[in-house]
């Protein structure tokens, strides 16, 4: 939460990515209610309905749910779920773009691993 | 005119069942009687600087027939009273629409409304005037006073029929703005020339002028206050009819 | 569902035609906001819906009841609009508590405390006269008789010109409080484009009198994109694509393009395409246009 909406992307998506974000950093807790809409919509300024459609949309990949009458809920195994989801992204997110970039700038597939091998991010990759 | 706003106002209650009761009507009754007490105060205002004025005035002219220029001016009060209100009301009217007419129609009340609440307000200051008057006149009995109470029907229609005239006024200086004006200003003219034309062609003498005219009988004078009346209520829907479909500009 | 319908709505001054045959629908419970550049007819528009002009043809209807001089229905509307501080050759001579007693008599869901909440809030004077008003502060006033008439169709005609950005700011959060409170429609129109935008639901856009296009926000945005690069790849990517407002420097070219239901940009092309906030898109539609 509380992150700055940018123009790059649809508002709504980034309205779900950040309580992904959140949850993936156990601010949201699961079985944890989540703020509602409007909390939302007020929160960020935002159109209520904007704020909805992407909610939603984490009720349709079963990471939220709705208790009636009460509000939104983080689903059991949400953090697990979005952590799959992501990596199965993650090749069209970052690789692709890493390897078109790289491309561009003439870096062999050798020097990319070399590159990959030194850098100190990598440590947690490897457990 | 008051009947539409009785059926409006009963027909939305039942509608809408809202706990606001007494709607249109009553909204235009509390904006109007305030208006209307605040354009009163303003005659009366004028009216007793006026009195003030012509007293000084007066005294050295009517001392002789009638004793006392205080006294004198007071039996005269209801004379002052009704040629102030007459210039309050011109003005105040104009004014009146200029500022309200813009602001209450930007709130949602209806043009027509609008010219009746004020045309109302303006009708009932004008009886009221007329009313203070024979209050004042019963008691400081005098024989100007005696004939004054007669010629009330009278005085009430010119004043009815000035004050159409001002409705008029109000409507027309909102339409055609500048031209409006200027009639206005022609108005006074004429008024404070006539009114000064009477006093100086009756040696200056208030009091023998009521006695000229204190035979006219009570068929005319029903037949003023009738014909005063009507005009009122004409100028209304001319006034009515005028600002129909204006528009507001910001 | 109220709706606030208009059908073929001419509204001309003289020989000077501002609205063409109009038509528009407005649901109850959204938040829409009307852009257009100076002159294409927004604040006519808004006068119009609302009965404060009368239409030279067509309709305007509230739940099948016309609204011209009809307290009825404009019992649930309100037009607020920038303040009068001359009326006629001199100035406007009323008070803001005065003002704000009328709207209280005549908006028959006024609710006064808000009105005191907000008067509060801006830190408005209310024993000054409308006309020594700085125009920050008769934007506030504007806002506080929208807000606190409750209308169920409030209309504001470019409420945070005059206002500050942190006034600004305060503004939008206002509404949404409001508008989550209570579900009232709001029309709003602004040039301010992009800091509003992501509080509008629908945008409308009129251009010359002539509606544009209504569209939920989030919608247009996402079928909107900049493509730039080569001019010739450009092209070729935007080939049967609605395309507007074109911009080149040298060999290099950008333009915009709007994607109609099942359309997409053709991939394999070597340019850039990026996303569009909705200023960028009003201005590629609304601006001058380069002769394609």
């Keep these: ?127 | 005119m008051i009947k539409d706003g009785f059926a409006a106002a009963s027909g939305l209650r039942k509608e809408s069942g809202r706990q606001r009761p007494g709607d249109s009507l009553g909204s235009h009754v509390r904006m109007w009687g305030r208006y209307a007490g605040e354009s009163l105060a303003a005659s009366l205002g004028a009216s007793v600087v006026l009195l003030l004025f012509y007293g000084v005035l007066g005294s050295s002219f009517s001392a002789k027939s009638l004793g006392g220029g205080m006294l004198t001016s007071l039996a005269l009060y209801p004379y002052y009273l009704t040629l102030a209100a007459v210039f309050v009301q011109a003005i105040v009217s104009v004014n009146a629409f200029q500022v309200y007419f813009s602001v209450l129609v930007s709130m949602n009340a209806s043009r027509r409304s609008v010219v009746l609440g004020a045309a109302a307000s303006q009708g009932a200051c004008t009886l009221l005037v007329a009313g203070i008057s024979v209050l004042i006149w019963r008691w400081n009995p005098s024989d100007i006073a005696v004939d004054g109470i007669k010629l009330i029907p009278l005085l009430a229609g010119l004043l009815l029929f000035t004050t159409g005239f001002t409705i008029v006024l109000g409507a027309v200086s909102l339409r055609w703005g500048k031209i409006g004006t200027i009639i206005l200003v022609l108005f006074f003219m004429f008024w404070g020339a006539g009114a000064g034309i009477l006093y100086a062609m009756n040696g200056a003498d208030a009091g023998m002028m009521l006695a000229q005219v204190q035979d006219i009988s009570q068929t005319v004078q029903a037949a003023v206050l009738g014909a005063g009346l009507i005009l009122f209520l004409l100028g209304t829907c001319f006034s009515v009819a005028v600002v129909r479909k204006m528009e507001i500009r910001r | 569902m109220s709706k606030l319908v208009c059908k073929g709505l001419e509204k001309s001054y003289g020989k000077k035609e501002v609205l063409h045959n109009l038509d528009l629908e407005l649901e109850s419970g959204k938040i829409y906001g009307l852009i257009g550049r100076n002159g294409a007819g927004k604040t006519t528009l808004l006068s119009v819906l609302t009965a404060q002009s009368p239409a030279t043809a067509g309709t305007v209807v509230f739940n099948g009841k016309p609204v011209w001089e009809n307290r009825e229905a404009l019992e649930h509307i309100c037009f607020s609009r920038e303040l009068n501080q001359m009326m006629g050759n001199s100035a406007n001579p009323l008070k803001v508590k005065e003002y704000l007693r009328i709207a209280s008599t005549y908006f028959v869901h006024w609710d006064k405390e808000m009105a005191g909440r907000l008067v509060e809030k801006f830190h408005l004077d209310v024993n000054k006269r409308i006309s020594k008003l700085s125009k920050g502060m008769t934007s506030m006033v504007t806002i506080i008789v929208a807000l606190a008439s409750k209308a169920e169709f409030t209309f504001l005609d470019e409420p945070v010109a005059g206002l500050d950005v942190v006034a600004r700011e305060q503004f939008y959060r206002i509404l949404l409080e409001e508008y989550t409170e209570t579900g009232r429609t709001f029309v709003i129109s602004t040039h301010i484009i992009e800091e509003a935008a992501d509080v509008l639901e629908e945008v409308i856009i009129l251009d010359q009198g002539k509606i544009l296009l209504k569209e939920n926000t989030q919608e247009l945005l996402e079928r909107s994109y900049h493509i730039s690069g080569h001019e010739e790849a450009v092209d070729r990517a935007a080939a049967g694509l609605e395309v507007h407002h074109q911009e080149r420097l040298g060999r290099s070219k950008g333009v915009t393009v709007l994607l109609k239901p099942g359309q997409t940009i053709p991939a394999g092309y070597d340019v850039s395409v990026q996303k569009l906030n909705l200023q960028k898109v009003f201005v590629a539609l609304c601006g001058e246009e380069d002769a394609e």
């Design chain 1, 1 to 127: 939460m509380n992150e700055i909406l940018t123009q790059e992307k649809s508002i709504y998506i980034q309205i779900k990515e950040m309580i992904e974000n959140d949850i993936l950093r156990d601010i949201l807790l699961e079985e944890e209610r989540v703020p509602s809409t409007n909390e939302l919509a007020k929160l960020y300024a935002i159109n209520p309905a904007t704020a909805a459609k992407g909610v939603n949309l984490l009720v349709d990949e079963d990471i939220l749910y709705k208790k009636r009458g009460i509000g939104m809920f983080v689903a059991t195994g949400a953090k697990k779920k979005i952590m799959e989801k992501r990596k199965k992204h993650f090749y069209d997110d970052y690789v692709k773009r890493l390897m078109a970039e790289a491309v561009s700038l003439g870096i062999t597939k050798r020097e990319l691993i070399d590159m990959i091998e030194e850098s100190d991010e990598g440590g947690e990759a490897d457990e």
